[in-house]
């Protein structure tokens, strides 16, 4: 049994479908240079934007006008000499007119045939050209793939930020850097730099961010401006940060021990305690759509015991049979508000999702021999099984519907969605049993692979990081 842990990171590659305007004829073997009537103008996807790209095809292979492909991959450009010299992705091209060689980064790269010019415009292979940036050429549903854009390296925690968009994070010596990645494209950017503060955590929109920094303070990031402000200089610890459904607030754990249950106002930044019953170790908050019921776990720790009359550190021992995690349901909206035991049993309990604040589904993963199950309970006390069929490693609550990544064998695992309401099972993909989690925002979904993240794109899962 494998619990695989959540959490990796980012970056991109870019589709390009090409959709030649009207017939492409091969030039006839006699002729030394195509005759301007084989030039199309062809829409291509580079890099995720529909661009005008005139080509042709020549003994078989298709040629592209330099300068068209130039502008649509936001290449630098200058002529040295008579050549066209072309830079992307710390890549050095130059494009020689009716030579049949490139020169890539000082090394000669040879064409099947050579640089044709038709009109003034210089055409060369498309293959070769992307190849030498660093780009890639594929064919999938009988359509080209390609991608110039360097996808970002090392990057963790993929998590969505509306449509199309993604945030991942890079540790290092000097703290943790957040970027921003077009899903579509693969072009990233810097978000927020910070040392010893929170993850960022998406709004149920996408639009914003909140986060606190290593003193607690709390502070909101506009996704579409990059401008960041602070909300509140409150310095206690809030180890989890929750959205309300309307974003108007925040609601998290309150001081070391996580013992207390509070809400800001994103307004006027004030604190309200909302449950302080002095439970410590308080965690996995989920507050429903009301914001008046709270799903949480809470540990027990490991009772210390010793000889009376020595309490020496060798006669100092540990009942670890009294550290459990037990869930709880707390309607703070009733009269007399109180604390309701979900789960009475010994098993670990991870990935726990609620809600309405009443029912709660979370994975049991059991001590000994056995497949870890989803499972759902409520006030009842009485565990149901909702998946276990096989060994389920994570499993996502969005909207009604669960997402769950189990391992069907030792080559392949299962990503299946389960309606909540209805109980019905569907089974989305097979993925490789390298993949380590799952990313699940509405109808977005992403997998994160020996390190890389890859979205699901037209049926198919295409890397935005490596």
């Known amino acids: ?55 042709l095809v020549k003994n078989g292979e298709t040629l592209i006008a330099v300068r068209d492909v130039i502008k649509a991959i936001g290449a630098q450009a200058e002529i040295v000499n008579g050549a066209t010299v072309i830079q992307l992705n710390g890549h050095t091209v130059s494009v020689q007119n009716k030579s049949k060689q490139l020169e890539v980064d000082g090394t000669k790269v040879n064409l099947n045939q050579p640089v044709v010019i038709i009109g003034g415009t210089s055409y060369v292979a498309l293959r070769p050209l992307v190849s030498s940036v660093g780009g890639t050429v ?22 969505f930020a509306g449509a199309d968009q993604m945030i991942v994070s890079k540790n290092d010596d000097q703290g943790r850097s957040d970027y921003l990645i077009n899903t579509a ?4 950017e810097l978000l927020l730099t910070s040392d010893g503060g929170s993850d960022l955590v998406v709004s149920p929109s996408g639009n914003q961010a909140a986060y606190t920094n290593a003193e607690g303070a709390v502070y909101i990031i506009d996704l579409k401006t990059k401008a960041s402000r602070l909300i509140t200089n409150d310095t206690s610890i809030k180890p989890e940060l929750v959205w309300s459904a309307d974003e ?28 302080e019953d002095k439970v410590d170790y308080k965690e996995n908050l989920n507050v429903s759509v009301s914001g008046k019921r709270f799903v949480y776990t809470v540990t027990t720790l490991g009772k210390v015991t010793s000889d009376a009359t020595n309490v020496d550190e060798d006669n100092v021992s540990i009942d ?62 009485k565990p149901v ?28 695992s299962v990503i299946l969605s389960i309606d909540t309401l209805t109980g019905q099972q569907s089974k989305l993909y097979t993925v490789s049993s390298d993949v380590s989690s799952i ?28």
């Open 138 to 159: 594929g064919l999938r549903n009988s359509q080209l793939e390609i991608s110039t854009i360097a996808l970002i390296e090392g990057a963790e925690n993929p998590r």
């Open 1 to 55: 049994m494998s619990m695989k842990k959540v959490f990796a990171a980012s970056v991109v590659a870019t589709a390009l479908t090409t959709s030649v305007v009207g017939a492409v004829s091969a030039a006839p073997a006699a002729k030394p240079v195509a005759s301007t009537t084989q030039v199309q103008n062809s829409t291509f996807t580079i890099n995720g934007n529909q661009v005008i790209v005139r080509s």
């Open 185 to 188: 494209t693969g072009k990233y």
């Open 385 to 412: 099984t909702v998946y276990n069929e096989h060994d389920v490693e994570q499993a996502i609550l969005s909207g009604s519907t669960l997402y769950v990544l189990a391992a069907q064998d030792d080559k392949n």
């Open 439 to 466: 990313v699940v925002t509405g109808s977005q979904m992403a997998i994160v692979e020996n390190g890389r993240v890859l979205v699901q794109a037209g049926g198919h899962w295409k890397p935005v990081t490596k």
């Open 320 to 381: 670890f049979s009294a550290n459990q995690q037990q869930l709880f349901s707390y309607n703070n909206g009733s009269d007399k508000p109180e604390a309701v035991k979900l789960t009475t049993s010994t098993d670990d309990k991870v990935f726990i999702y609620s809600v309405d604040g009443q029912k709660a589904y979370y994975v049991s993963v059991p001590s000994e021999d056995g497949n870890a199950s989803l499972m759902s309970v409520d006030a009842s006390q």
């Open 248 to 275: 108007s607030s925040l609601y998290f754990l309150q001081g070391d021990k996580g013992s207390v249950i509070a809400n800001l106002n994103l307004a006027d930044g004030s604190i309200k305690k909302l449950v």
